[in-house]
């Protein structure tokens, strides 16, 4: 199991033939990973890489001797060069990511279906509600930020969809701001939809239990702007929220650490994560859309923040 990055190589552990049977569970928080690079991709990457040091592709050898620090600097130009033309959604793609070579890793891992070496395999998959508030929050734009720039903001990864999402979350949160907006339709496009999809396809293999989860549980630091971000489950699923500043100090925390970190052991020894301390966890299905609400209170809630889902369909 893994978050973020460690969710991705969690994906992509589920899709590589020399993994298989090395483990029995799955466990993906906040890094779903649909689609790594093609072949093509690892070579734009590669030549990016080697143009940065002066390179080309007859003298790769020479990065055999070079100082890792070089190659490091390198990467991060490079890196950030790929960043500011990629959209968060795409950042398994493009970039050094695992390559779709046919044979360490024959596709996918979740495009276009569910790998089928792991299909006994059961998961359990979820997201935070404000994923996107770590890594926007402190961008220039977001102070003063207005309807009509909301939409100018959204067009910069959503493209000729911006007006009609933004006009539908609108509607379903009409009591939001424009940067809360922005944070929700980042969040769900890089995260929440494509680890909603990821479980549909495992589901759709028929072969083993799919459970979802939602992570609402907000932070009381920063004034509380940051709300429910990207890497605040960690310390609740490890239990250590005692030591970790980001949990804040609201009432709650202890408990809730407790049933997740829990929940998490009662998975990986049963493959369900029900226990005593949270109401009974139904198998996702594309009916109902059972999912786990990880909060002061924990909750089923089914198909939660469904308008906003249904906007992107």
């Known amino acids: 199991f893994g978050e973020s990055g460690g969710g991705a190589k969690t994906c992509v552990l589920m899709a590589m033939p020399a993994a298989k049977g090395l483990f029995h569970k799955a466990i993906v928080q906040s890094g779903p990973a649909m689609q790594m690079a093609s072949r093509d991709d690892g070579t734009e990457t590669a ?8 390179l080309d592709a007859k003298q790769a050898g020479e990065l055999r001797r070079m100082p890792a620090e070089r190659l490091l600097k390198a ?8 960043r500011a033309k990629t959209g968060f959604a795409e950042r398994r793609r493009k970039g050094f990511n695992p390559v779709i070579d046919g044979t360490h890793l024959p596709g996918g891992p979740f495009e276009p279906a569910a790998p089928a070496i792991s299909a006994p395999v059961p998961l359990m998959i979820g997201s935070n509600k404000d994923e996107m508030t770590l890594f926007l929050g402190h961008a220039p734009w977001v102070a003063g930020l207005d309807e009509a720039g909301m939409v100018k903001v959204v067009q910069g990864f959503a493209a000729e969809r911006a007006e009609a999402l933004v006009a539908a ?3 379903a949160r009409p009591e939001a701001t424009p940067h809360d907006i922005v944070y929700r339709i980042a969040g769900d496009q890089g995260v929440r939809l494509p680890s909603l999809t990821i479980a549909e396809r495992k589901l759709a293999q028929g072969a083993a239990p799919v459970f979802v989860y939602l992570f609402t549980f907000e ?24 030591v970790s500043p980001l949990t804040g100090d609201a009432p709650g925390r202890p408990a809730l650490a407790k049933a997740m970190s829990r929940a998490w052991i009662a998975f990986a020894r049963n493959g369900r994560p029900d226990h005593a301390s949270i109401p009974s966890w139904p198998r996702y299905n594309t009916g109902e859309r059972p999912t786990m609400i990880f909060d002061r209170e924990c909750r089923i809630e089914n198909d939660p923040f469904g308008a906003e889902r249904r906007a992107w369909e």
């Open 47 to 54: 030549s990016k890489m080697l143009a940065e040091l002066g």
């Open 75 to 82: 990467q991060s130009v490079v890196l950030a060069e790929i």
């Open 169 to 171: 979350y609108r509607r």
């Open 219 to 242: 932070t009381n630091v920063l004034g509380g702007r940051l709300k429910s971000p990207h890497t605040l489950e960690i310390p609740f699923v490890f239990d250590t929220v005692a």
